[in-house]
């Protein structure tokens, strides 16, 4: 799910970024609804850089203190999905004779899904969280070889 949110957000916040370079305004459904002048995109340049960082915090920092099975999990889902989206982004095409030429994005969310699985901000985080893969299988593949500890029967109690 956090693929999913990342690739859209970012997506979302490309097209605006488009966008103002270009000079126009576009649309949530990825419409040019006017020309404007060429600006600088500031504020959804710093939205990628957000979302990016709380992305990396939440499949690659924080789950350093879950178990390796967890760890696993996250990484492994956040990776397949992630390369699914991204795959698929470069499968959409879109009509071009209803959008300008510099402007080649297919309507609303499928839009975004083109522009952000097609940014380098999502791959850097798809090569983050494998590297990040590598770690969490050692560690698992260590807590499987560890031996039980030594101590009370399962089941026995303190008490007595």
């Not at 990342?6 to 979302?12: N, S, Y």
């Not at 097209?15 to 370079?21: D, G, I, N, S």
């Not at 879950?66 to 956040?78: C, D, E, N, T």
């Amino acid at each position: 799910m956090l693929a999913v949110v990342h690739v859209l957000a970012t997506g979302l916040l490309g097209v605006q970024v488009m966008a103002a370079e270009l000079g126009i305004t576009m649309s949530a459904t990825n419409e040019v609804i006017s020309v404007t002048g060429t600006r600088t995109p500031g504020l959804p340049l710093l939205g990628i850089a957000a979302v990016g960082a709380a992305v990396y915090g939440f499949v690659a920092a924080l789950p350093r203190r879950r178990a390796p099975g967890v760890r696993l999990g996250l990484l492994g889902g956040f990776l397949v999905v992630g390369t699914a989206l991204c795959l698929w982004s470069f499968t959409i095409t879109t009509d071009a004779s209803q959008m300008p030429a510099p402007v080649d994005l297919a309507g609303g969310w499928q839009g975004w899904i083109q522009h952000g699985g097609e940014n380098s901000a999502v791959h850097l985080l798809l090569v983050i969280a494998l590297a990040a893969l590598v770690p969490a299988v050692r560690a698992l593949i260590a807590d499987r070889r560890a031996p039980e500890p030594q101590g009370r029967p399962a089941g026995a109690s303190a008490r007595g």
